[in-house]
């Protein structure tokens, strides 16, 4: 007799903390637009805020798995929080004049259109998160880190230019792997329909 799987209730740590993460978005983007110095206190309360909502992705998604806490909820607002708090620290260094914006346009549309694209092509499979796709999340929020920090907020100075190799990086990682996944979609296509599949 088989026993029924256990359904996993929504409101579980994991979700909290990726909720925790939604909720700091606010904070992190007051924070850094309230600050009137290079290292004033609010900036530093920024990098601390921006560091504590980076850590609880990575906590709530080491809880889903390891406690079986996996959700459909967590499953779309994982990645929604995800995007909501690099996405506004991207357009606030933009805003602040501290970042490119035409870097910040290339990110976010890559971010978005391979969103959209994944949702585009679900009838035929599901695209999962590539190794690459990891490590661009991983450089793009060390190069924000960096840029956060007093030492790289005035444009021309040495910090400033560690965060510009760092975004650099970044940049280049985020347009590869986008280019992939565009492959990979059209693989994922051709190959349903090669099966018969419309």
Do not use: C, H
Not at 94 to 120: D, H, N, P, Q
Not at 157 to 179: D, S
């Amino acid at each position: 007799m088989n026993t029924p799987a256990k359904e996993v209730p929504v409101l579980n740590i994991a979700n909290i903390l990726t909720v925790v993460r939604i909720v700091l978005v606010p904070f992190f983007v007051w924070f850094l637009a309230a600050d009137e110095s290079t290292g004033g206190l609010f900036r530093w309360l920024a990098v601390i805020t921006f560091a504590v909502a980076i850590y609880t992705d990575k906590l709530d998604g080491d809880l889903a798995r390891s406690r079986g806490l996996i959700t459909d909820f967590g499953k779309i607002a994982d990645p929604i929080a995800d995007k909501l708090l690099i996405g506004s620290a991207l357009i606030m260094l933009s805003i602040l004049g501290e970042l490119w914006w035409w870097v910040t346009i290339v990110i976010l549309a890559r971010e978005v259109g391979i969103t959209l694209l994944r949702f585009a092509v679900i009838r035929y499979g599901v695209m999962p998160a590539s190794r690459g796709g990891k490590l661009k999340t991983v450089v793009q929020t060390a190069a924000i880190l960096v840029f956060l920090l007093p030492f790289a907020s005035t444009p021309g100075a040495w910090g400033w230019w560690i965060a510009a190799a760092f975004m650099a990086a970044a940049l280049v990682i985020t347009v590869v792997t986008g280019l992939d996944y565009i492959r990979q979609a059209v693989q994922l296509r051709a190959t349903a329909r090669s099966n018969g599949q419309q």
